[in-house]
């Protein structure tokens, strides 16, 4: 019973602070309680004469487990590429139980290439961050169909512990 008050006053606590946080970024914040919080986020516009752009993160684990950020997707833009602070490609990077990940130009971060600036209208762009539970994937599983009448519960195809969250990203300049 202790340690689930304390649980719950850790997350209370982390949630007050995000909120804190992101207040002061002008962003919402994204909170998947028991799981990660997506602190802040925010994007810098193309230059003029480039279609490159890059995007940032700050992803706090609140799970059990490590989190596994694996990629980034959205319309306005072909690919992104995860960078780490040598420059190199990274295929993923692991957010230990506890910890957060706060991305920095320096740093690891997001660099996105293809950027179609006529899509960048407005504020926030909507970039769709792929995430996994656990340090490796679980077998792939096909779409169960939902039936409310015979008790059966749905889920969809892929992986079980990937998932997609859409964040609204603040442009800057």
């Keep these: 019973m ?36 997506i602190e802040s986020s925010y994007m810098h516009a193309p230059a003029a004469s480039s279609d490159s752009a890059t ?32 420059g190199a490609e990274l295929d993923q990077v692991i957010i230990e139980p506890g910890d957060r990940l706060v991305m920095s130009a320096n740093d690891v971060h997001f660099q996105l290439s293809g950027v179609d600036s006529a899509n960048l209208e407005g504020h926030f762009q909507e970039l769709t961050l792929l995430v996994r539970r656990g340090l490796e994937p679980l077998e792939e599983v096909e779409a169960q169909r939902r039936d409310a009448n015979n008790g059966q519960r749905g889920r969809d195809a892929g992986v079980p512990n990937e998932h997609k969250y859409v964040v609204n990203v603040p442009l800057r300049n």
């Excluded at 007050?16 to 309680?33: E, G, N, R, S, W």
């Excluded at 799970?63 to 590429?81: C, K, N, R």
């Design 55 to 86: 995007a940032f993160f700050t992803i706090a684990n609140l799970h059990y487990e490590p989190i596994v950020v694996l990629g980034l997707s959205g319309d306005m833009f072909d690919h992104a590429t995860l960078v780490g602070s040598n």
């Design 2 to 37: 202790y340690t689930v008050i304390k649980n719950i006053k850790r997350s209370i606590i982390i949630l007050l602070a995000m909120v804190f946080v992101q207040t002061a970024a002008h962003a919402q914040p994204v909170m998947i309680p028991g799981f990660m919080g």
